[in-house]
């Protein structure tokens, strides 16, 4: 008789949802998020479970504001790699206008938006745009358990050095 091998652990964690392209389905994404990471191991009120919720909410409000095409919705896609402890957060919507990681505007003073991309660079190891099948982009934005006081340069999309774009404004 041959012996059970035990299947090794599971080592990252998906979860994906359409929500609708209004505020209500980015609130609905927000709330989501923080769920599944609960159901992960990442309980309620933890600094990583509180970045996530940042990411989720701006880059969801953004995919409702700015990239809302009538009819469709944006979908939400999360990842967790239990070894190194980063979750991926991405947005996808159906407009074709990206948002430009590298060229990050300074907010307008006296506007009462337009921050959200700076929180997103303020909280996220790493953030850009990808392509996505069928039209549209993904937004996408890497955090985990570190502490942002020591975080190393942030990396461009092909891996290498280089500087945030509020870094460069200085």
Known sequence: M???????????????????????????ARRLAVWKLDVWGIPYGTPLSDDVALLVAELAAN????????????????????????????????????????????PDAEADGGRGLLIVEAVAGRWGVSDRLGPGKTVWAETGPVDRRTRGPRLDPSGRRGESPTERAR
């Open 63 to 106: 995919a409702v504001l700015h990239g809302r095409v009538p009819g469709r919705d944006f979908e939400l896609r999360l990842s967790y790699t239990h070894e190194t402890g980063v979750v991926r957060v991405e947005i996808s919507d159906t407009h074709d206008a990206r948002p430009d990681p590298t060229s990050v505007p300074p």
């Open 2 to 28: 041959t012996a059970l091998q035990a299947q090794p652990p599971v080592t990252v964690c998906a979860f994906a949802q359409r929500c609708s392209a209004t505020r209500l389905g980015a609130t609905l």
